[in-house]
């Protein structure tokens, strides 16, 4: 059988879950990101990161409005999946999927963005005209009040929604940690720590992609990045990474170490098939090297405009890591059979219902929705006023 | 614009009341009547499957039997019975060569490039284990996957979302994705055949008698005997799935 070495069950030919489920884990681990740090200045006061609060809030939004999408184009049949509100089957790990991302969107993002926003709103439909007008009014629910007292139970509020979310945020990727980890059948997922992994590594990749999205939104609107809070960015990215890596090294050095029945298999796949992408890139290309780079500006003196650019290095790379961690998991857990005596491999298709083409444009999307919140809803308050002149 | 506090929350009440009502009133629309089986009392059963390896020729009766009855694709990757070929050398017991060539559906090739008679050489029908606690019952998002009362387990292709975590969940590698209805698709012990008194296709088919369906809650049934006086083992029964597929002398190297 080409593709494949020694014996696998003669149902694994076919790999169940495509690059499109890859993306699935990546991009709502961005969003919980972006809404951890966004919670940083809400929540715990760093002053430091408020010129990014904003921009990460919609960020988290746009990345949260398309995480469904690949789930929803991998399905055999995606009309059936409205079934998973009317009867979900409460054992199932992905049944809760449904509820924990209605909860996350209606009842934290948008929320927090709402109240937020709220006086932006109105000052908005007050100052403009047409269908602009009317679509403010819409978004600002109708109601025009910014009176000091309602702008003070605004911030109360916005305060109380971002001490939810937080809980809510390591909720929704813990939880997409546990619908692998709990696969028992699996001992590339079965772990008690995929969870935590997934949280960290989603921290990790939320504050890389705030940061470069920063850096690129003060060079497009050419203003200077302000570099304290870009400082303080880094810095919190890499404590993360220091935890996030922690957890993947103790769980390879427990895997090594009690060497089960499945290890001999694990270990040939990480040494062969998934060498580039578990080695390479992940471990080599997208932890070791940011988090040297992020150490390098810890410990020596350089000047800003060598500080930025080695964060946007060790942002992208970052990225990329946490992409290969993504594929590692999602693909690396299926290139090995059941029966651990044999291998296959992963052919992705291009321009296929699950091919390479829909997950390019899956990724794009976010942006695109992006560039149009961020038109809609201005995060920098210098602009903001700009515009409603 | 002011809403008055009770007003509101009597109103939230009775959306989430009716929202819930809508869902099991459409829950009970789609459930539909139960195909009528006249003379058949499923809480009577429970249903297992005794595999004997020491009878197994691998002639893949099993496997043609099943593809006919059940209208199982005939694609790669599509087998709701498959027959394994475990050979095992004694000095490197670790490392058995196995196979299992378009699930044994036309039997196996001989083996011509190592001795065979320094192997120990033997075949493992597989099938779903019906498993009394099933990971891919488990994980199902909407339940389309469940145990019938008799100790079956089944999909409602009417309800199944293609999602595949059954798929992966499942231990043995019995499921797969019907290419022509994009619904997961496993072994049924041949439901439509054992509530109106008739064995599976492929326990019919086995020339040596090496499957035997079994009914746990009969007294009378031949596997109280059988279980008593043989060896018997399931599959990986570290995973404590509760499998009812028993095999009688199952070498420990076998997965």
């Not at chain 2, 009392?41 to 499957?49: G, L």
């Amino acid at each position: 059988m080409p593709g494949v070495d020694g014996f696998i069950y003669p149902n694994e030919i076919e790999l169940q879950w495509s690059v499109l489920i890859v993306l699935y884990p990546f991009i709502t681990g961005l969003v919980a990101g972006a809404f951890i740090l966004a919670s940083l200045e809400r929540v715990f006061n760093v002053e430091a990161v408020r010129p990014t609060y904003r921009l990460a809030l919609l960020t988290a939004l746009a990345f949260l409005l398309v995480a469904p999408l690949p789930l929803q184009m991998h399905l055999g049949h995606p009309e059936r999946s409205f079934q998973m509100y009317l009867t979900p089957h409460r054992a199932s790990a992905m049944a809760m999927f449904g509820f924990v991302y209605l909860w996350y969107l209606m009842v934290v993002l948008l929320l927090e963005i709402w109240f937020d926003y709220r006086r932006d709103l109105v000052l908005a439909w007050r100052a403009s005209t047409g269908l602009k007008r009317r679509l403010y009014g819409v978004l600002a629910l109708g109601s025009d009040n910014i009176s000091p007292a309602s702008l003070r139970l605004d911030d109360r509020l916005g305060r109380i929604v971002t001490i939810v979310g937080i809980p809510s945020a390591f909720l929704l990727h813990g939880y997409v940690g546990f619908i692998f980890g709990s696969v028992k059948a699996n001992p590339w997922w079965s772990t008690p720590l995929m969870p935590i992994v997934f949280l960290f590594s989603a921290i990790v990749s939320g504050i890389a992609l705030v940061m470069l999205l920063y850096v690129a939104s003060c060079w497009l609107r050419r203003v200077p990045v302000d570099m304290i809070c870009l400082d303080t960015i880094a810095r919190y990215l890499f404590y993360a990474f220091l935890i996030d890596f922690s957890l993947e090294m103790l769980d390879l050095l427990h895997r090594i170490y009690e060497a089960d029945e499945s290890f001999r298999a694990l270990d040939f796949m990480v040494k062969t098939r998934l060498f580039t992408s578990q080695i390479v890139l992940q471990i080599v290309v997208g932890t070791l090297v940011p988090l040297g780079l992020l150490a390098l500006v810890q410990v020596r003196r350089m000047s800003a405009r060598a500080r930025r650019a080695i964060y946007v290095v060790a942002g992208v790379l970052t990225l990329v890591g946490i992409f290969a961690m993504r594929w590692n998991v999602v693909i690396g857990g299926q290139l090995f059979s059941k029966s651990f005596l044999g291998y296959t491999t992963y052919k992705m298709e291009f321009a296929t219902r699950e091919g390479l083409l829909p997950a390019i444009l899956v990724m794009i999307l976010p942006f695109v929705i992006l560039v149009a919140l961020v038109r809609l809803l201005p995060p920098w308050p210098d602009r903001a006023e700009v515009h409603e002149g | 614009m002011e809403v008055n506090r009770r007003a509101f929350l009597v109103d939230s009440g009775w959306w989430l009341l009716l929202t819930g009502a809508a869902a099991l009133a459409w829950q009970h629309v789609e459930a539909g009547t139960p195909e009528a089986a006249p003379n058949y009392t499923t809480t009577d059963h429970w249903w297992a499957m005794i595999l004997d390896i020491e009878k197994c020729i691998g002639c893949g009766n099993c496997v043609r039997a099943c593809t006919l009855e059940n209208d199982v694709p005939r694609e790669p990757g599509c087998y709701r019975t498959w027959v394994e070929r475990y050979q095992v050398d004694p000095a490197d017991r670790e490392h058995p060569r196995v196979d299992s060539p378009d699930g044994a559906s036309e039997g196996f090739p001989e083996i011509t490039d190592r001795p065979v008679d320094r192997l120990k050489i033997f075949f493992v029908p597989k099938l779903c284990n019906h498993c009394a606690h099933s990971p891919c019952v488990q994980v199902c998002p909407i339940g389309a996957t469940f145990e019938s009362p008799d100790g079956v387990v089944l999909v409602d292709t009417a309800r199944c979302l293609g999602c595949r975590y059954c798929v992966q969940a499942c231990p043995y590698g019995c499921r797969f994705i019907n290419p022509r209805t994009h619904t997961a698709e496993k072994c049924t012990l041949c439901y439509h055949r054992i509530t109106r008194g008739l064995t599976t296709a492929c326990c019919e088919a086995c020339p040596t008698g090496a499957r035997q369906l079994a009914d746990l809650k009969n007294p009378d049934d031949p596997i109280h005997e059988f279980l008593r006086t043989h060896t018997v083992n399931v599959l990986k029964p570290q995973m404590a799935t509760g499998s009812k597929a028993y095999y009688n002398g199952l070498d420990g190297v076998v997965r």
